[in-house]
């Protein structure tokens, strides 16, 4: 299966995808790795392994559905038939939700639907929890709030700042990211209206 990765950073979460296919425990291939940002880390990180790494400016287009057009018309050239967001942190609109219906997965740093939105691990330790998280979810057209695959919990410690929080949360966000995306190269995901039904293999 081809695989678009949408980024805007630092590109841990695309780190954790490649070294997952060069591991062998996922069957796919990274055919694209599209920014928003020009100098995005994570372009960088493709472009050491050898993916194709395209910055699509979104300054050069007058509306989001002229941007997603261009990035629709990346995809294509790529074959890209699943897209993953990591770290992507703009607002999909029409143009791509409905090219790729039910095939765009997010992951996101918090035990959703609890603290969408940005910076949700500062707001999760803000909050007080005793518990965060993070989710991976196929998206649509509401913010954070599609349909869940998988989630993992991390602990807040006594000591914890929002930073080494996150930290935690990162390192369980690449475990889980590769374990969804394999889930969904297998075609073990079945979604039943708000439910994600995973099948054994
Ligand atoms: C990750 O923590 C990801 O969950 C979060 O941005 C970070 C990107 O890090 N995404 C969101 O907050 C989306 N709402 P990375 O670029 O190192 O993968």
Redesign the pocket.
Known sequence: MNIAVL?????????AIIDSIESGYLKARISVVISDIENAY?LGRAKKHRIEAVFVDPEKYSSKDLYEKQVLAVLKKHNAELIL?????KILGKTLLSAYKNRIL????ALLPAF??????KQAFEYGVKVAG?TVHFVDETL?CGAIILQRCVEVKEDDTDETL?DR??EQ?HKIYPEAVKLFVENRLRIEGRKVKILQS
Do not use: F, K, T
């Open positions: 980024v805007s950073g630092r590109g841990s979460n695309l780190q994570a967001l990591a770290g992507y942190m997010n992951i996101h740093p969408p939105g940005l910076h949700a691990q993070c954070d996150a949360i990162l966000e």
